[in-house]
Every structure is written in structure tokens, then in C-alpha cells.
T-cell receptor, first 111, second 113 residues
Framework: GENVEQHPSTLSVQEGDSAVIKCTYS??????FPWYKQELGKGPQLIID?????GEKKDQRIAVTLNKTAKHFSLHITETQPEDSAVYFC??????????FGKGTRLSVIA | KAGVTQTPRYLIKTRGQQVTLSCSPI?????VSWYQQTPGQGLQFLFE???????NKGNFPGRFSGRQFSNSRSEMNVSTLELGDSALYLC????????????FGPGTRLTVT
């Protein structure tokens, strides 16, 4: 079955710097890759996603890139702000198989 | 449009008891998935319901069960609770498929003593 590995597990950046979180997946059939942000006491919030027919997608300060050949995808956050501090999860899925999540990255933005 | 709602938000139960958690999906969403989140294991898939039928099942014991009603609302039940069942239980809804955008509820925090 699908396996998703996420790195790093913790990340600290200065406010205004960029943050990058990387995930690799094992199943080449995976075609949908969402990213979630989870704040303390809340459920995961979908922040951006990408499908296998696209190499990059951007939404304001957040971007996701996908390398199908290498089977990895990355989340990029530019101009980080204290409110970006949270746990971020990547996931991969194909068709109607269940979403498989990475273990999460705890991002701390230091003001 | 209202988001995914889950009730109750917090629950404390004793070992051996059983518990029922409820999830109301986003209006128009027909797929509901349940996840268990713990610090050690992360987000683990329990099961998915679509049109009142279980479509996918994760690797959890039979003590974990669920159902879906005709209005797409879903419940999950855990019988004979164990200490290790303490976790945040999350449900997520999507239009039809697992590779549609999935939106999570706030979760139910279950503590087993």
C-alpha cells in the first residue's frame, strides 16, 4: 500500500523567512496530494492541493510542487508569519483508496 | 456553507464502556471518512462511508464500527473501550471520492480512564 514520508518533523524559522516541507510517496498511481494545517485544538484545515497532471500550484504565500518521476512533493511558505505556526501534514491518494498521511511537521515561526 | 460538525467535542469514558460519536458532513457531500489521531501514530484511517455503505476500511479491530444515514450523517461506535483508544477522532467529508477535496471537522477528544 501507499506510504508517505514527511521531513522535517520540526522546523523553526524567523518571521519573514521561507519554510519548506518535503514529502515522498511510494505508490506511483497516486494522483492527488493535499496539504493540511492543524492548529492546537482544531481539526486539519486543507490549505492547498495538487493533482498529478500539474507540476506546481501557488496560492498567495503558499505553493506546492510535485515531481512525479522522483515521487516527491513539497510545500513552500514564503514571508512566514507567527500565525503560520502549526503542524502541517501532507497526504497522498489515488482514486477511492483512503488518504495516507505523513507524520506531520511542527512549524514554529519566531517573531 | 456550514463546515463539518462533530459531537460531542469532548468525552471521558471508563475502560469497558462503549461510545458513539457523530459527524455531520458539509451539505451535498456524500463521502464521510473517520480517522484516529494520536501523538505516536499520527492520522490513521478508520473507515469511509458512501451512500450508507462502508466503502473502505482501515486496520482497526472489530470494536470500531460505523454507519451512515440517508442524509449522509455518520456515526462511529467503539465498544469495550481500552486505554489505548484515547485519541482525537476526526471525521472528514468530500463530495464523492477520496481524491476529492476532503474537509475535516474539529474532532472529538476521547479520554478513556
Amino acid at each position: 500500500g501507499e506510504n508517505v514520508e514527511q521531513h522535517p518533523s520540526t522546523l523553526s524559522v524567523q518571521e519573514g523567512d521561507s519554510a519548506v516541507i518535503k514529502c515522498t510517496y511510494s505508490d506511483s498511481a497516486s494522483n492527488y496530494f493535499p496539504w493540511y494545517k492543524q492548529e492546537l485544538g482544531k481539526g486539519p484545515q486543507l490549505i492547498i492541493d495538487i493533482r498529478s497532471n500539474v507540476g506546481e500550484k501557488k496560492d498567495q504565500r503558499i505553493a506546492v510542487t510535485l515531481n512525479k518521476t522522483a515521487k516527491h512533493f513539497s510545500l513552500h511558505i514564503t514571508e512566514t508569519q507567527p500565525e503560520d505556526s502549526a503542524v502541517y501534514f501532507c497526504a497522498a491518494v489515488w482514486g477511492n483508496t483512503p488518504l495516507v498521511f505523513g507524520k506531520g511537521t511542527r512549524l514554529s515561526v519566531i517573531a | 456553507k456550514a463546515g463539518v460538525t462533530q459531537t460531542p467535542r469532548y468525552l471521558i469514558k471508563t475502560r469497558g464502556q462503549q461510545v458513539t460519536l457523530s459527524c455531520s458532513p458539509i451539505s451535498g457531500h456524500r463521502s464521510v471518512s473517520w480517522y484516529q489521531q494520536t501523538p505516536g501514530q499520527g492520522l490513521q484511517f478508520l473507515f469511509e462511508y458512501f451512500s450508507e455503505t462502508q466503502r473502505n476500511k482501515g486496520n482497526f479491530p472489530g470494536r470500531f464500527s460505523g454507519r451512515q444515514f440517508s442524509n449522509s450523517r455518520s456515526e462511529m461506535n467503539v465498544s469495550t473501550l481500552e486505554l489505548g483508544d484515547s485519541a482525537l477522532y476526526l471525521c472528514a467529508s468530500s463530495l464523492d471520492r477520496q481524491d476529492d477535496e476532503q474537509y475535516f471537522g474539529p474532532g472529538t477528544r476521547l479520554t478513556v480512564t
